[in-house]
């Protein structure tokens, strides 16, 4: 029976009786078997409009035959019958539920794609996670969630770009250096604006050995985050360089919205060689992407502080 990773969170009205609802009433489904709960924990909010409350998040696991598409219903209509009421992205919210991973599946639609495809930024869910679920793989690279989340805290809080073009990555690096005041590194020299799917292979593209040293040396001074607009050599994820903070703690796949380039596109699967995780940046206005891009870097080291060691709180 496929296992369902859920993940759940509200920072607006009575925060932990709306969740407290929402796990019961999953947890007594016929179609829900072995529900299990992580702690509560308090996190701030991220992205969206300032001045919010900060967040109660947590994750759920359970067992279903039921297909993942029919779990996000499920999620939807709690929504609506817990007051959620959507107008802005990332705005405060009553209550959150996101499907994270179902099963081995990896696919998508438009309003669902599964594994979710920003969650391996997200410390507030990874960590969660390990309370219930840390030998939970990844579908697509393997990983399980206790690796993924140690992994988030062992280097600085980075991401290499890939996919897209030269041209945009570059763009949207300097946008987040000059606006967002992000340590950005960039493949030199220039090279010609091409076009590359997003599903093109992780490759360092035969990076000058200079600017990977200057990679090595600067961030491994400091603990700050930073950015690249190349993707440089990738550790396996058993050598323990894997730690150093020079190396990426995600691959950022950039895809343009193009509807011949918009999930779920047949040559926009996940590619199964990849071995390394990845944040899905889908784009077609780069300020809004460097947006999302400083968000993840934040969500990547998220503070979390659980409000109390009991997971039996929605019984």
Not at 3 to 28: E, K, M, Y
Not at 35 to 42: H, V
Not at 256 to 270: C, D, G, M, S, Y
């Amino acid at each position: 029976m496929p296992q369902c990773l859920i993940s759940f969170g509200a920072n607006l009205g009575a925060r932990d009786s709306a969740i407290v609802t929402a796990a019961r009433h999953l947890s007594q489904m016929p179609e829900v078997e072995n529900f299990r709960a992580s702690r509560l924990y308090e996190t701030p909010a991220i992205g969206g409009p300032s001045g919010q409350s900060s967040f109660l998040n947590g994750v759920a696991v359970f067992d279903t035959h039921s297909r993942a598409r029919e779990v996000l219903l499920w999620l939807q209509d709690l929504e609506q019958k817990l007051g959620r009421q959507r107008h802005e992205r990332w705005a405060a919210r009553s209550i959150d539920l996101d499907v994270v991973l179902h099963g081995s599946l990896v696919g998508g639609a438009n309003d669902l794609t599964v594994p979710h495809p920003r969650y391996t930024a997200r410390r507030f869910v990874l960590r969660p996670a390990c309370d219930v679920a840390p030998d939970y793989r990844d579908p697509r690279f393997g990983w399980t969630l206790k690796q993924l989340a140690d992994h988030l805290d062992a280097g600085n809080s980075s991401i290499a770009l890939t996919g897209g073009d030269e041209t945009t990555r570059r763009e949207l690096g300097c946008l987040l250096e000059e606006e967002h005041k992000l340590r950005v590194f960039h493949a030199a020299p220039m090279p010609e604006p091409m076009s590359v799917l997003g599903t093109a292979p992780v490759t360092n593209r035969d990076m000058p050995s200079s600017v990977l040293q200057t990679v090595i040396d600067v961030a491994d001074a400091d603990d700050k985050p930073w950015i690249s607009t190349f993707v440089p050599s990738l550790p396996d994820i058993n050598d323990p360089h894997r730690r150093s903070r020079s190396v990426p703690r995600l691959v950022g796949r950039v895809q343009w919205t193009r509807p011949e380039e918009r999930w779920p596109a047949p040559h926009q699967i996940w590619p199964s060689s990849s071995q390394w995780p990845e944040y899905r940046l889908e784009i077609d206005d780069l300020t809004w992407a460097a947006g999302e891009v400083v968000s993840a870097i934040a969500s990547m080291r998220c503070p979390l502080v659980p409000i109390d060691d009991d997971q039996a709180w929605w019984r």
